[in-house]
Structure formats: structure tokens, C-alpha cells
């Protein structure tokens, strides 16, 4: 437990540690997702982090009992090979080219030959 957080806040910072996202944190302590974001940067701000890793790091350095060190450390390790494997890879939907006119045109006359080939 890091001693210049609250009770709350180290509850947090072990759910981080697990890999949770802010929502999971949020259903799992029953409280609005503002306010675990609340929290999370009132965290930063005490410890002078930038970024959730940081405060995963702070908690872990803080733990006495060596199983829950090596547990956290485990995610640790596995959050930072999402983040890195995850960092090439484009989260915007894959947009489609845009067809020109006579396309657009070719296509629709496709459309009605094979509608009068079958009415034929």
C-alpha cells in the first residue's frame, strides 16, 4: 500500500494492478466510472506519474508481502506487452475508397441486366 493514498485509492491501484480497465474498476467497487477517473489522477498528481503504469509501479514498490509482489509483477509485465505489441496497430475503422461516378453508374447497370435476364 502506498501511504500517500487513501484507503480507496490503494483499493483502485490493486484492481489497476490486475489489468482492470476504469469501467471494470468502477462495477467492481460499485462507484461511477467519473469518479474511479477522479481518483486515478488525484493518484498521478500525488505521485507525480503521468499515466496508470505509473501508479501500478508505485503500488507494487510499495508491497510488503512478496506472493503479491510477484503477482503484480506479473501483470505489470503483461500490461506492458499489450501497450507495446498494441501500439502499431490502427483503432479507426478501416474506411472503405469511395467509388467514382461511373462505378457507382457501372454497378447499378450491372444490377438491371441480371433483374431482366430473370424476368426473361
Do not use: W
Not at 81 to 89: K, L, S
Amino acid at each position: 500500500m502506498v501511504e500517500e493514498f487513501t484507503d480507496r485509492e490503494n483499493e483502485i491501484a490493486e484492481h489497476l494492478c490486475l489489468g482492470k480497465s476504469q469501467k471494470m474498476i468502477a462495477a467492481d467497487l460499485y462507484i461511477d466510472p467519473d469518479t474511479v477517473h477522479a481518483h486515478l489522477r488525484n493518484m498521478r498528481k500525488k505521485i507525480g506519474g503521468h499515466s496508470a503504469i505509473d501508479i501500478v509501479r508505485e503500488y507494487i514498490l510499495s508491497i510488503k508481502d512478496p506472493k503479491q509482489y510477484f503477482a503484480a509483477l506479473i501483470m505489470l509485465v503483461l500490461q506492458f506487452a499489450i501497450i507495446f505489441t498494441n501500439i502499431v496497430m490502427d483503432a479507426r475503422a478501416i474506411r472503405t475508397p469511395r467509388l467514382s461516378k461511373i462505378e457507382i453508374e457501372m454497378i447499378m447497370t450491372r444490377g438491371r441486366a441480371s433483374k431482366n435476364r430473370r424476368l426473361c
